[in-house]
């Protein structure tokens, strides 16, 4: 996917005064730095001390550690599995080849790379996802669990290979700064987890190509930082990849300077990019998830280098933990909201470790968990290694904390609905995505999202693409891909381009009521569609165990599609306006019954291509078919389109 013209005039006028100019300059200096790149400057003495304190290791649970190994060992073998697509090159991996197309990135100065432009590139996605050396952190704490130096020697082989095919500002991964900070952040952990390893400091300190990546990685990250409407969920990528490396690395005339840069970036976005309640403000939940695990790798970093942080960026990662712990499902999925690119700001688990447990259980460990907090079974690598570093805190009561669960999050619109039998309902009501471009927004206004015992029934169906299949990024980001209503076949917020929105969406929460014990109720509406207004009302009664949806729509009469997505795992038996709804949850047979407005025509679409609609992506780069109920029909201003969604024993 290449961008016209009209992509970059839509783009420019989504930016203010400063932005443009902070742009002019890093045009200039790209021009500048396509020159021979300076030397590193001369380091002597280095020594890395930023190591896991003693216990660290011996702390982490034996099937966490099982599960690493297990993986550890089928990396060794080349095995790995990238948004879908199955690797076995990964023993010698071609850093610069996308598998799935077959496509090599050309070569050249990195800003020239056209890495949008899928036929000329490849898929970046696949490109750059190894080069985030994730998995040779997972390689890494498998040498410091096991002692097996094969573990060890393979990262280093890696290193020496990547480092060899990427010397500074030449292709590919040079170009996107989230990629260098999260890859900093990865070499920092790969040193510490290999520190018993005799090869450790030649690998890093002592090798000059090693100090010339990091000197050249943080000088590009001094240089280009996201900007303006851009300093969403990168720019803290970005802080938190430099600090770590000026704290963990700091053997460089600029490393105080960076550090403290850095820092003074983190704090500001990390407050920025949080709203007061704690929840993200892309309202993208795979980006709450992303952001707080950048917050609490950089503190640890801090806390490891004994170097001070302002108050606020602990109480940002302790409102997020909070936030995260409050809107969870009662098998600890958040909400499936915004787009999601799997992207994880620290790897040191294999697989079937569960994220979100991982970041309750790490919160636990720093902040602790308050009474209402759900329980978080089972163990990861990752926690007992970061709460080895970081200073605890939060514990002393000194902090204010929510006494009960929150249910509306006013700020972000969010709102959850919770009813018997593990009911749980996302009411959307907020802001449409973050900044001016809402880059990672979906035009989903006033939709819902339902479970029962965290299967999925009424579900947000996901991301699947950001490049590449432009048909496929409108689908799942479009109203008609989402669980509300579509006015005149168009989405509510304009989209400018695959990360661009050119207006948005105006949500308003009129009501919020999650703690009354016999009926939840949420009412909201939007701006979305001009001269007219669409409002809806959403109520769970806990006596019958029902569901109300109920919908108007204000203005002129206009054509109406109001779509109900269902989750992978929901069989549907659609007849006129009732669909029999049915599934399996620990081997026991489940089901609702699904009452639909009569006033529209109802059909059951499923993975259909022309265009596309009936599809659920469970994860970046994959997607299956799932069952879609459309109605179709007008609304005239005055009449009610009512929902029931209704939970049988």
Aim: net charge neutral; charged share 25%.
């Amino acid at each position: 996917m290449t961008m016209s013209a009209g992509w970059y005039l839509r783009r420019l006028s989504r930016m203010g005064p400063r932005e443009v100019g902070g742009r002019a300059g890093d045009a200039a200096r790209r021009r500048r730095w396509r020159s021979e790149p300076p030397p590193c400057p001369a380091v002597t003495g280095a020594r890395f001390t930023a190591v896991l304190p003693a216990g660290a290791i011996a702390a982490v649970p034996a099937e966490a550690a099982k599960r690493l190994v297990a993986e550890a060992d089928r990396l060794m073998d080349g095995y790995a599995e990238f948004f879908g697509v199955d690797r076995d090159d990964l023993a010698d991996p071609d850093w610069w080849r996308d598998p799935k197309t077959g496509r090599r990135a050309p070569a050249g100065y990195a800003f020239d790379v056209p890495y949008r432009d899928e036929d000329a590139v490849g898929d970046i996605k696949q490109i750059w996802e190894p080069s985030r050396h994730q998995y040779l952190t997972v390689l890494a704490a498998a040498y410091a669990l096991t002692g097996n130096e094969r573990y060890a020697e393979r990262v280093a082989a890696h290193l020496r290979s990547w480092w060899a095919a990427n010397p500074p500002l030449r292709g590919v991964h040079w170009i996107s700064g989230i990629e260098l900070g999260i890859r900093l952040l990865s070499w920092v952990w790969i040193r510490r987890l290999l520190d018993g390893w005799p090869g450790a400091a030649g690998l890093f300190e002592g090798n000059p190509v090693a100090l010339e990546q990091i000197w050249h990685h943080q000088r590009w990250l001094a240089a280009f930082p996201s900007r303006g409407s851009s300093a969403n969920n990168h720019v803290i990528a970005e802080a938190a990849g430099q600090f770590a490396a000026a704290c963990a690395f700091g053997w460089f005339p600029a490393s105080e300077r960076w550090r403290s840069g850095a820092l003074r970036s983190l704090e500001r976005h990390l407050r920025g990019n949080t709203f007061p309640s704690g929840l993200n403000r892309e309202l993208a939940t795979e980006y709450h998830g992303l952001v707080l695990e950048l917050g609490l790798a950089a503190l640890a970093e801090a806390d490891a280098a004994a170097v001070p942080v302002p108050a606020s960026v602990r109480l940002v990662l302790l409102r997020m933990t909070d936030a995260l712990a409050a809107v969870v499902d009662n098998r600890l999925r958040p909400p499936r909201q915004g787009d999601a690119d799997d992207g994880y700001g620290l790897v040191l688990d294999g697989p079937g470790t569960d994220r979100w447990a991982s970041l309750l259980a790490t919160g636990d460990a720093v902040f602790g968990r308050l009474a209402w907090w759900p329980a978080v079974t089972g163990g990861d690598v990752r926690t007992p290694l970061l709460a080895a570093l970081v200073r605890p805190y939060g514990k002393s009561g000194a902090v204010t904390r929510p006494a009960r669960r929150p249910g509306h999050f006013a700020d972000a619109g969010m709102t959850i609905l919770r009813g018997p039998g593990e009911i749980w309902c996302r009411c959307d009501g907020g802001p449409h995505g973050f900044l001016s471009i809402a880059a990672h927004a979906h035009a989903d206004a006033l939709s819902v999202e339902v479970r029962h015992d965290g299967v999925e029934v009424l579900a947000d169906p996901g991301t699947f693409c950001y490049h590449g299949q432009p048909e496929w990024r409108s689908y799942f980001r479009s109203t008609l891909g989402h669980n509300t209503l579509e006015l005149d076949g168009g989405d509510q917020s304009v989209s400018g381009g695959p990360f661009l929105w050119t207006r948005h969406a105006r949500s308003r929460v009129l009501a919020a009521d999650t703690f009354n014990g016999s009926v939840a109720r949420w009412s909201a509406e939007h701006d979305g569609y001009q001269d007219s207004v669409h409002r809806r009302r959403v109520e769970l009664t806990a006596a019958t165990r029902e569901l109300r949806v109920v919908d108007e729509v204000r203005g002129p009469r206009r054509a109406v599609r109001l779509a109900f997505h269902l989750g992978p795992a929901i069989t549907a038996d659609l007849t006129g306006h009732r669909a029999l709804l049915t599934w399996t949850r620990d081997g026991e047979g489940r089901s609702a019954v699904l009452d639909l407005p009569g006033q529209l025509s109802w059909r059951a679409h499923r993975g259909e291509t022309d265009p596309p609609l009936g599809w659920y992506s469970a994860g970046f780069g994959r997607k299956e078919p799932a069952t879609t109920l459309v109605g179709t029909g007008f609304a005239d201003g005055t009449e009610e389109f009512t929902t029931v969604l209704g939970f049988r024993d």
